[in-house]
């Protein structure tokens, strides 16, 4: 036995199906707060840096996820699909001096190149006092460090 539908209710059942589609739509793709791409350069008295860190931690007021990456030949670049959410940001730098040494990587398989931190307390760990405000209009950020007093 087929079922014989009059065209007004087969009309009727695709426009209903047709609209809830447009309802759910919006609910596809990206959601959340807006993720921005962010990149630049980091030099330590005035020559660009071979390897190092840099970590984006969010500052009081911000909610966002600590957000960084290693990076070589001075320049860093994070993209936007991992990057910072708009707001203000304490930024810690890691300056990479390698020491000739071979050490076992954390998971003690490895062997790897040992290296230590050079960069003045100023600009890296807990005690950094570089600041970065990010937002649309503020995604590319440059850094500047200088030997000193820690």
Request: glycine content about 10%.
């Amino acid at each position: 036995m087929k079922l014989k539908l009059p065209p007004a209710t087969l009309t009727a059942a695709l426009c209903v199906m047709l609209l809830l589609t447009l309802v759910m739509l919006p609910g596809c793709g990206t959601s959340g707060p807006e993720r921005f791409r962010v990149e630049g350069s980091v030099t330590f008295d005035g020559q660009p840096v071979k390897q190092g860190l840099i970590n984006f931690r969010p500052m009081e007021g911000t909610k966002a996820p600590t957000i960084g990456c290693l990076f070589t030949a001075g320049h860093y670049e994070i993209p936007a699909d991992k990057g910072p959410l708009a707001g203000t940001y304490k930024v810690q730098i890691e300056v990479h001096k390698f020491t000739g040494r071979k050490t076992p990587d954390l998971a003690g398989r490895l062997v790897v190149d040992e290296f230590v931190d050079i960069a003045p307390k100023k600009y890296s760990g807990a005690t950094s006092e570089l600041r970065a405000e990010i937002d649309a209009d503020n995604t590319e950020l440059d850094f500047d460090l200088e030997t000193g007093s820690n």
